[in-house]
């Protein structure tokens, strides 16, 4: 069941937190989920175009993006307790992954770790939902990343995204390898 609904219908709590964005603005989250089994702290919201662009800019410096092509922004990072209303502070993120459509509007994904100036950039497959927990495995590190707050575009238009096949996705077989 989505959490908007769940929130709804009464079956979770309504939390919510601010994010910190440029110019001592704060954007308020749709809702916010407490860690549990390994992952952080989770926030999200889902938001036009216009809002995304400004969410995005504050985050991410780099202008290879087209972000009205941007689908997806997730933050890594925080120190303080999302789960408890506290602001997720722009300086304490540490990586970040962006999904977006790339050349001949292919779904990719690049990972970000700023402060390194590394950023890793893989093509995924329609099986990207499978691998979401290999991702905040990957990127959640409870000793520097307590939050992990994910942002949609919904004015993206993924109608003609076009996936890689599942045999060449090399996050899906990262994620599915036997250990």
């Known amino acids: 069941m ?3 609904e769940a929130i709804a219908k009464g079956i979770m709590p309504n939390k919510t937190t601010k994010i910190q964005l440029d110019n001592n603005e704060e954007f308020q989250l749709d809702f916010v989920r407490d860690s549990s089994n390994g992952y952080p702290n989770y926030g999200s919201a889902e938001v036009d175009g216009a809002t995304f662009r400004r969410i995005f800019s504050s985050y991410v410096k780099d202008t290879v993006y087209n972000t ?3 689908r997806f922004l997730i933050l890594y990072g925080g120190v303080n307790d999302i789960s408890k209303a506290e602001t997720f502070e722009k300086e304490n993120v ?3 992954t962006v999904t977006y459509l790339g050349q001949d509007n292919r779904v990719a994904l690049d990972f ?7 950023k ?3 093509l995924i497959s329609e099986s990207y939902s ?6 905040s495995k990957k990127m959640a590190k409870p000793t520097t990343n307590r939050c992990l707050i994910s942002i949609k575009n919904n004015d993206c238009d993924v109608s003609k995204a076009v996936v890689i096949p599942v045999a060449e996705d090399v996050l899906y ?3 599915h390898a036997k250990s």
């Open 130 to 135: 499978s691998v979401k927990n290999y991702i």
């Open 120 to 122: 890793e950039h893989y």
């Open 94 to 96: 540490n990586s970040y």
């Open 68 to 70: 009205d092509k941007v």
């Open 2 to 4: 989505p959490y908007k």
């Open 173 to 175: 077989k990262r994620a």
């Open 112 to 118: 970000v770790y700023p402060e390194k100036k590394i």
